[in-house]
């Protein structure tokens, strides 16, 4: 089974401008999950999706938004860009029970 | 809301013990898992405790007071390759993919 992956791994935008992250699920995870790292600090919570409907949010504006495909695929996106949105941005997929979060290796968001 | 506090920094030798503690304040609590997280790389399940007590996976150990609302994991036999940083973190709900992460543990194993 391949694991969970995301694109692109290094990403530098401009204040203002919008951003599409992307993360493949590992196979057979119908959950996906992304989290904001940023520096020095532990992955916060910005929401879920399971079954391609929004499941849960941490507190994020609304200009964080995402989708998730009928293959479990998932996008994050975000608009107007600010200085801090710089961070590592983390998917994680899962699935039922499962007590395990599966996470990529994230893509390193730098705004300028 | 949910907050886990974390030591920022804990140092050891190779071939020691070192436990790294985990103190929760949570408005509705299921249990506690730790991850690892070396240096740009994603962070890997370690272990998950949903009841109190002991579970052991290896060199590594969680432990879990409900009642304390505190954790810790302790590795054993330290690696090099232990260093890395280590994070509590609680499921928000019986959904465990939505995690509330501790502020994170630092550690640096020297010769």
């Known amino acids: 089974e391949t694991g969970v992956t995301q694109s692109p791994t290094h990403l530098i935008k401009t204040r203002g401008q919008q951003v599409t992250l992307r993360c493949s699920s590992q196979?057979?995870?119908?959950?996906v999950s992304w989290y904001q790292q940023a520096l020095g600090q532990g992955p916060q919570f910005i929401f879920q999706y399971y079954r391609e409907e929004e499941n849960g949010r941490g507190n994020f504006p609304p200009r964080f938004s995402g989708l998730q495909f009928p293959n479990y695929s998932s996008e994050l996106n975000v608009n107007a860009l600010e200085l801090d949105d710089s961070a590592l941005y983390l998917c994680?997929?899962?699935?039922?029970?499962?007590?395990?979060?599966?996470f990529g290796q994230g893509t390193r968001l730098t705004v300028v | 809301g949910q907050s886990l506090e974390q030591p920022s920094e804990v140092t050891a030798v190779e071939g020691a013990i070192v436990q790294i503690n985990c103190t929760y304040q949570t408005s509705g609590f299921y249990g506690l898992s730790w991850y690892q997280q070396h240096d740009g790389g994603a962070p890997t399940f370690l272990s998950y405790?949903?009841?109190?007590g002991l579970e052991e996976t290896g060199r590594f150990s969680s432990f879990l007071s409900r009642s304390d609302s505190y954790g810790y994991l302790l590795l054993q036999e330290l690696q090099m390759k232990d260093s890395a940083s280590y994070f509590c973190?609680?499921?928000?709900?019986?959904?465990?993919?939505?995690?509330?992460f501790g502020t994170g543990t630092r550690l640096l194993v020297s010769p």
């Open positions: 973190a609680a499921p928000m709900n019986t959904g465990f993919q939505k995690l509330v």
């Open positions: 405790n949903a009841l109190d």
């Open positions: 196979s057979g995870h119908n959950t």
């Open positions: 994680a997929s899962g699935s039922g029970q499962n007590t395990e979060a599966f």
